[in-house]
């Protein structure tokens, strides 16, 4: 499998977990916007969402960052629970410690963009 720039770029693609999750996301949203990525291995839409994810990322060139939480791994589900997710994927945008947008399902990336530019300034 290949992946893009951006998705070797530790500073704006990352994988977090339940325990750094206040740090990852919550704190660091309130100097960035931070997309977070609910996903599972098993989940086709996740797959087709995730390159998706990775160019408005790169995209955004810095404006914004993601995190990818595999929700199988480790006590994620915890988080899938905190944040009523429904199926996978889930994705959901925090600026300032709080969420502003969440969609499931893959998407289209023009819809994706359309949707960052919605709840943030970032064009």
Do not use: Q
Not at 30 to 51: K, Q, Y
Not at 61 to 79: C, F, P, Q, S, Y
């Amino acid at each position: 499998m290949t992946h893009s720039p951006a998705a070797r770029a530790p500073d704006l693609i990352f994988d977090t977990h339940l325990e750094d999750f206040e740090r990852d996301v919550i704190e660091a949203s309130h100097s960035i916007p931070i997309l977070v990525d609910f996903w599972a291995d098993w989940c086709p839409p996740c797959r087709a969402l995730t390159p998706v994810l990775e160019r408005v990322i790169a995209h955004h060139a810095g404006r914004i960052r993601m995190a990818k939480v595999e929700v199988d791994e480790g006590a994620n589900m915890k988080l899938a629970g905190r944040y009523a997710l429904r199926g996978f994927p889930t994705v959901l945008l925090f600026v300032k410690g709080e969420i502003v947008g969440r969609f499931s399902s893959s998407k289209p990336e023009h819809w994706v963009r359309e949707f960052i530019a919605e709840h943030t300034d970032i064009e």
